[in-house]
């Protein structure tokens, strides 16, 4: 099951979708329900004057769906949480089990991404009330969803298994078993949430029909909320209705299959490596191949809506019946589209395209096609207009198949003839010109142009009139009669249609489960060929899966299609030993979009599509995180500061070596000093994780301390500044931290401030860069920290040379120019060790000569010597320290490895490879 995603360029804010219990049962029924079943009603409602929604449902649930979910836990410190979903429009069922926190991250990231609007939770929660019930209402009005409390009976394991051995499709119900098997919660919510479908919503779903599958926690990226909001995933920041977004960008999909399973891999990127390898070949072939790629969609884009097909409630009414037909119809239309799909994929060589084809092979639609032409005429086609769709379900089933039914239509027939003779009748009595048209509210009505009554006046015998700016519609007392027998003919020949319409679906049940199967793999074509039609339009990039993060000319793929100019792309490499980046720049140089698009084409890349950069490789990232932007949380009553504090405590919670984070401004919301501090422990916490980390930052200060540190480098974004002081963007990521030191009374004199004002700000900001230059002083530490990280860097390389592709005397010219960089900087930091044992040296004599006497520190003016003094008592210690997770033994091993491999170098530059 995925969630569901429109083509249209639109995104629609969709309201809580409320329980369908007011349209099949009366309040009073319904309290009865409640009563007997032991459920319970929870009320969600909260004030109106909340943050915009940041949840997967406003994340554009353009479909309005009814998913029911269920939700169980066990108790303890690592608590399992047993999921269970139905998507009762679709007919899928989807079974998870996950080992989650005591945060639930994991359990809510699967809720937003499938966004249930309602979710039924064990009564035993709510008294005393758990930890999970209660990080679930705290998300309610994000997901649009409500809970309902169901009693523990519900909850049972052999019902489960009962449900999914009646209920899943015969092929699969041996897979599911062994799949569900001591996923115990998981198979109890199945059970509660099939049981609640039954009694409220009084659907069934027929035997062996609906679609199960089961999702285990592992094998998809996970990405929190604020970071789908805030990288707009699905839903542009500025405008909800915009395109402007990831999935806006990538949705060049046909099929509403394809639409549904883009966004559900958008918000669930794969982790597997050999899935995506598949994918990249088959969109290689795809935007390489060009008859193979237009003819391919060219087919997509006669598919219906297959997901909706065939579920046949408990009670058959007339409105069922007629959609049954309708389904039926479609289900026709669809079986008609695979075999050019099987056509345009023939010579296909990807393993990907070619099981697509299998699945669409003439032998696995031609059974169905048969069954359906034993009660269906051939000229039977789906229609999207009102009168033409009524037309079709009345003399959809075959002649001769039930001798009243011909009757029926007979005298269908004959109502419609009368009620298009009395209208021209009428158009002949007065001389007026009227339009016949019909809608499945009103049913027939007349339709007059303005133009016509310029000079008369309206009959009398026209009523029901409603006047429009160029016609007006009416209707006759006569029309309404006739109105009323062709329905009554159009009922008897819907009832009379069922009986043959229900064999049909009974016989083509057998055959649903390769249907579905058929279904699925038109979803991930029409995905691949989107993504072949962004290559062909875009300069994008197949990426290789590595452990390596290599990226040449990426760039950012939302602002590159938004922007009139050309974007200006960036280079970016990130390993263990380059995992930290700390990003300066002036205001406005590009710092967010540069690490903005860094998490955006890993997605990019984890779902299957290529990347806008001229090459690519990528580690498979398991989890995203994004801190960025500054705003208050109305909603939560919190400041922008401790919003900010919030979000990074949840991230240095979840952060491993396998994650990614970018983090812009941090620390911006409170005092100056405060904010360094702050930014310096978290950074020290980040570069600790072992994660790959982009920090955004206007404290240079945090770029100069932390420079030295092990993982951890400094970029900039350049700009030019001239003689003028006009600073001109460059928008390049170079090496180092930020030079311009006085970049923001640069900028701030385009506001204007008033002259005074400016001039002022620059005597202080001269003033403070010479008291703080004095301060700093190069440490021991530091020294040996930059030894280290160079040490660590070598070995770095010479691994990465053993396990790459470069040979004979390219190999040699490296290892050669590898081993004068590291000459040329161990010796310039010999140098700097040297400065400093000279700088202690001095201080020492200083302090011996003080002692005798000599030289009084106070004798400077009294004023600056206080301010000084002052500062030097408040003065924040220095954060560095050497890693944690390298030892002093093991720096030393590694020393040890690294002069062996010097030594290595050595001898490949002397004899040569």
């Known amino acids: 099951m995925s969630s569901s995603n429109s083509p249209e360029p ?106 249930p609007s309602e979710i039924l939770i064990v009564s035993t929660s709510a008294s005393p009330k758990s930890k999970l019930l209660s990080i679930i209402e705290e998300n309610l009005d994000v997901m649009e969803s409500k809970t309902t409390l169901l009693d523990r009976k519900y909850w049972a394991e052999g019902a489960g298994y009962d449900y999914i051995q009646t209920l899943a499709l015969d092929d699969d119900v041996e897979a599911i078993r062994l799949a569900a098997n001591g996923s115990y919660y998981a198979v109890c919510c199945i059970a509660a949430v099939l049981k609640y479908i039954e009694v409220v919503y009084r659907v069934s779903f027929p035997y062996h029909s609906l679609r199960m599958k089961y999702e285990p926690s592992e094998g998809s990226m996970m990405i929190d909320v604020s970071t789908i909001y805030s990288l707009e995933l699905v839903q542009n920041l500025h405008d909800p209705k915009s395109k402007h977004c990831l999935f806006g960008l990538l949705n060049e999909t046909h099929t509403p299959m394809g639409s ?144 009243l039914l011909d009757v029926a239509r007979t005298t269908y027939k004959e109502a419609m003839e009368d009620a298009y003779q009395h209208v021209n009748e009428l158009a002949q009595e007065y001389d007026i010109k009227l339009d016949f ?124 299609k938004v922007m009139q100019t050309k974007f200006i792309p960036n280079d970016v490499y990130a390993t263990q030993q380059s995992r930290f980046q700390i990003i300066t720049g002036c205001n406005m140089s590009g710092k967010s979009t540069f690490i903005r698009s860094i998490a955006l084409v890993s997605i990019m890349a984890q779902v299957g599509s290529f990347v806008p950069a001229s090459s690519a490789s990528f580690p498979i990232i398991h989890n995203l995180f994004a801190r960025v932007g500054m705003d208050d949380s109305i909603e939560s009553n919190v400041s922008t500061f401790a919003a900010e504090m919030r979000e990074i405590a949840f991230i240095l919670r979840n952060l491993g070596k396998r994650s990614m984070a970018i983090v812009d401004e941090l620390g911006r919301g409170t005092s100056t000093r405060d904010g360094l501090a702050i930014a310096i422990a978290i950074a020290e916490a980040l570069v600790d994780s072992r994660a790959l980390v982009w920090f955004a930052t206007h404290f240079k200060d945090l770029a100069t301390i932390l420079s030295e540190r092990n993982g951890v480098i400094c970029l900039r974004l350049a700009v030019e500044i001239s003689e003028d002081d006009t600073m001109t963007m460059l928008y390049r990521a170079v090496e180092g ?131 000084t003094t002052l500062e030097s008592k408040e003065r924040l210690p220095t954060a560095i320290s050497i890693d944690s997770s390298l030892t002093s033994t093991e720096s030393m091993s590694t020393t040890r490895q690294s002069s062996r491999a010097m030594s290595s170098v050595r001898a490949v530059s002397e004899n040569g490879i």
């Open 260 to 403: 549904r399973l883009l966004r559900s891999n958008v918000l669930q990127p794969l982790t597997d490596v050999d899935t995506l390898n598949k994918r990249y070949d088959a969109v290689n072939e795809l935007q390489t191949k060009e008859d193979l790629f237009y003819s391919t969609r060219t087919a997509l884009k006669n598919f219906l809506d297959a997901d909706r097909l065939i579920i046949v409630p408990t009670k058959p009414s007339l409105h069922t019946t007629e959609q049954s037909i309708n389904q039926v119809i479609m289900l026709k239309q669809f079986i008609l589209s695979v075999s050019p799909i099987y056509e345009a994929l023939t010579g296909a060589r990807s393993w990907m395209l070619n099981n697509i084809r299998e699945l669409c092979a003439p032998e696995n639609v031609i059974p169905v096609l048969k069954l359906i032409s034993n009660y269906i005429n051939e000229d039977t086609a789906y229609a999207k207009q009102p009168l033409e769709l009524r037309n079709q379900r009345n003399y959809a089933v075959k002649s001769g198949v039930n001798g």
């Open 10 to 115: 639109k995104l629609l804010h969709v309201a809580t979708i409320h329980s369908s219990v007011d349209r099949h049962v009366t309040s009073g029924e319904t309290a009865n329900l409640f009563q007997r079943f032991g459920w319970t009603r929870r009320s969600t409602a909260r004030p109106s004057t909340a943050r915009p929604r940041t949840g997967a449902s406003t994340i554009a649930r353009l479909e309005a769906q009814t998913v029911i979910c269920a939700v169980a836990e066990s108790r303890g410190i690592s608590p399992t949480v047993g999921i269970s979903f139905v998507n009762m429009d679709t007919g899928e069922a989807v079974l998870c089990q996950i080992c989650d926190s005591q945060t639930y991250v994991k359990t809510i990231h699967k809720l937003r991404v499938y966004c």
């Open 437 to 560: 048209k019909y809608e499945a509210n009103r049913n027939f009505f007349i339709r007059i142009p303005t133009s016509e009554l310029e000079d008369k006046i309206l009959p009398p015998v026209f009523t029901n009139v409603f006047k429009k700016k160029k016609t007006v519609e009416c209707q006759t007392v006569e029309l309404m009669k006739r109105n009323q027998k062709i329905n009554i003919s159009h009922q008897e020949v819907v009832l009379m249609s069922d009986n043959a319409i229900q064999s049909l679906i009974e016989e083509v049940r057998s055959h649903m489960s390769v249907l579905f199967k058929i279904c699925e793999a038109i979803g991930m074509l029409d995905m691949l060929s989107a993504f072949a039609h962004l290559v062909t339009i875009n300069e994008y990039v197949r990426p290789r899966i590595s452990d390596t993060l290599g990226l040449k000319s990426a760039r950012h793929p939302i602002r590159e």
């Open 737 to 867: 931290s930020v030079q311009e030191t006085h970049y923001g009374l640069v900028l701030a004199r385009s506001v204007p401030l008033p002259p005074k004002v400016l001039a002022d700000a620059i005597y202080f900001s001269h003033k403070l860069e010479r008291r703080l230059k004095k301060k700093k002083k190069t440490s021991q530490n530091v020294i040996n920290e930059r030894r280290r990280k160079l040490i660590l860097d070598l070995k770095e390389h010479l691994v990465q040379a053993y396990n790459g592709t470069l040979e004979g005397e390219i190999l040699a010219s490296w290892l050669m120019e590898l081993r004068k960089e590291f000459v040329n900087r161990m010796t310039a930091i010999n140098e700097d060790e040297r400065k400093v044992v000279e700088s202690e040296s001095d201080e020492e004599s200083d302090v011996d000569t003080r002692e005798n006497g000599v030289g009084d520190p106070m004798t400077i003016d009294g004023e600056e010597s206080r301010i």
